[in-house]
């Protein structure tokens, strides 16, 4: 099926520094999700994003929601070597009483202590 | 992941015997989403189900993969004649009914095929 194009595909960052990936579409969503996974763990619900322009905030993580509704962005601020891991977005359809969720690529990402 | 519950987490099977992997979904939830992943790489989708429905299975190999969600009783993936290939993570995932419900994943299960 159809994936989001997630960047970046990698990134190694040294401890402190602040993270921006991002997700973009050629569709529009009604719902955009970030989710981050361990390793050898199931991805867990990070932040959820329902309306465009919606800027939400968990911790040291921000999200948005684009206005085209194409698109969202998360940041991390100060990273911490434990925001290790990867990072999937996923954006959210509904229609004919059934919901449609496409998945990011994911985003790798590596922190030097 | 506290809710969804996947097991068992690791599974070795030989090639040409069946695996069953199970789920039980959040309390409260009816929907279930099946994925595969293999290592350094994304989620792909494989089936979405509903109490006794399935909804979407555009994701799962025609041949060999079938997918079930009781009416009682957790969901149910199950390859029958398991080759090297499908050795893989699979993941289940459960959501609220209704539009916008985000889904929550279970730890999955590893499987392994000899």
């Known amino acids: 099926g159809q994936q989001l194009n997630q960047s970046p595909q990698s990134m190694f960052i040294q401890e402190g520094e602040d993270v921006s990936m991002n997700c973009t579409s050629s569709s529009i969503f009604n719902t955009w999700l970030w989710y981050k996974q361990d390793p050898g763990e199931g991805p867990v619900l990070l932040i959820a994003l329902y309306k465009a322009g919606e800027l939400t905030s968990n911790g040291r993580l921000t999200a948005q929601f684009g206005i085209t509704r194409k698109d969202s962005f998360l940041n991390i601020s100060a990273s911490i070597p434990s925001d290790v891991g990867i990072y999937f977005c996923a954006g959210l359809t509904y229609s004919g009483g059934y919901q449609k969720v496409t998945f990011g690529t994911g985003t790798k990402l590596q922190v030097i202590p | 992941n506290a809710g969804v519950m996947q097991n068992p987490r690791h599974l070795v099977r030989r090639r040409g015997q069946e695996a069953r992997l199970r789920c039980s979904p959040m309390?409260?939830?009816?929907?279930v989403y099946w994925y595969r992943q293999l290592p350094e790489e994304g989620l792909k989708f494989m089936v979405y189900?509903?109490?006794?429905?399935?909804?979407?299975e555009s994701g799962m190999p025609k041949e060999r993969f079938s997918a079930e969600f009781p009416k009682e009783g957790p969901s149910i993936l199950r390859i029958q004649q398991v080759v090297r290939g499908d050795s893989a993570a699979y993941f289940c995932?459960?959501?609220?009914?209704?539009?916008?419900?985000?889904?929550?994943f279970g730890d999955g299960t590893r499987l392994s095929i000899l």
């Open positions: 309390k409260g939830h009816s929907h």
């Open positions: 995932a459960s959501s609220d009914r209704g539009p916008n419900q985000p889904q929550h």
């Open positions: 189900l509903q109490k006794e429905n399935i909804i979407d």
